[in-house]
């Protein structure tokens, strides 16, 4: 259940960037001509690995996208920390 939130905006932002769902104005839908064609969505991540496609093609599923590696960073750190036996939250410094 830890790694929910992920599974989620990871499947949320792929279905947000459907081209077949949501047809943006940078990339149009491709039109087939007979019905035992296949239809080519041009939907791969190879779009989304740089900033400059994240941005043009990404359309309303840009915060999924940012939010997802912010959790994902937090989970990464707070797992290197649980190996290490360190808690940056629970305790109080000696001081007060």
């Keep these: 259940m830890r790694f929910a939130p992920l599974v989620l905006l990871s499947i949320g932002f792929w279905q947000l ?21 296949t239809r080519l969505s041009n939907h791969t991540w190879e779009l989304y690995t740089s900033l400059k496609g994240i941005q043009i093609y990404s359309g309303p ?3 999924m996208y940012i939010l ?7 989970m990464f750190f707070t797992f290197i920390l649980n190996q290490f036996n360190i808690s940056l939250l629970d305790k109080t410094p000696e001081w007060f």
Excluded: G, V
């Design 17 to 37: 960037t459907s081209h077949e769902l949501l047809q943006y104005k940078n990339m149009p839908m491709n039109q087939i001509e007979r019905t035992d064609e």
């Design 61 to 63: 599923a840009l915060p």
């Design 68 to 74: 997802f590696w912010i959790l994902a960073t937090e």
